[in-house]
């Protein structure tokens, strides 16, 4: 049996290639006021508001614009899903270990590259936002589990699961999993581009591949 029981990963930049915020692509996409977007960002930074408020804000700003679903997905054609995500996954979960997502991004960049997601993971922290049948938002449940505390989600399906944080692992790409990367048992980052993060993590695997973490948790 493996010594790791729990792997819970980020989404952007980990589990989807081609984008570091996949709210920045839907901005882009719907072209929301920058200035509105800038001053929520900065509000959340200053401590003025909590970051569901900042999401909440910025979804309501897409919601403003009429964003449609089929325009989510089509703003989503320049991602792809990481090379050897699937086989991670698939040998994970077959090694009998717990999988869990613990993100920022959204329940739409799942839906598009892993339709299958709920039967991989038995934890997913993630921003979901409902379409009806027309294609328009009906309903948002944005995380507050990002940033800083992201590393309060894994203690919270640790604590559940009766698990020690040492048989945790994460694999993030950025530094909103900084905190998290360095409470896991094993922190890995991977597609990483800031040294930050590398420093603080267990690992860094630097081929753009996922199923070079196998060997550090099997
Ligand atoms: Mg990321």
């Known amino acids: 049996m493996p010594n790791y029981k729990l792997v819970c990963f980020d989404v952007d930049g980990t589990l989807i290639d081609n984008v570091k915020f996949s709210w920045q692509v839907f901005h882009d996409c719907f072209k929301t006021d920058k200035e509105g977007r800038e001053k929520a960002r900065n509000d959340f930074f200053n401590g003025n508001i909590s970051y569901l408020q900042w999401a909440e804000h910025d979804i309501g700003m897409w919601k403003e614009k009429g964003a449609k679903?089929?325009?989510?997905?089509?703003?989503l054609n320049g991602l792809k899903l990481m090379d050897g995500a699937l086989e991670t996954l698939h040998e994970l979960k077959k090694h009998g270990l717990k999988l869990a997502i613990i993100s920022g991004s959204l329940n739409i960049l799942l839906e598009k590259f892993i339709p299958n997601y709920n039967e991989f993971f038995d934890d997913i922290f993630l921003s979901k936002i409902f379409f009806d049948e027309t294609g328009n938002i009906v309903n948002v449940r944005a995380t507050e589990f990002d940033m800083e505390k992201k590393a309060e989600a894994l203690r919270q399906i640790a604590e559940r699961e009766n698990l020690d944080l040492k048989e945790c692992v994460f694999v993030g790409d950025y530094i909103n999993d900084l905190k998290i990367i360095q409470e896991a048992g094993l922190g890995i980052a991977f597609n990483c581009?800031?040294?930050?993060?590398?420093?603080?993590?267990?690992?860094?695997?630097?081929?753009?591949?996922?199923?070079?973490?196998?060997?550090?948790?099997?």
């Open 193 to 218: 581009h800031h040294d930050e993060l590398k420093k603080v993590a267990d690992i860094v695997v630097e081929k753009k591949d996922l199923r070079e973490i196998l060997k550090h948790i099997l």
């Open 69 to 75: 679903k089929d325009e989510f997905l089509e703003a």
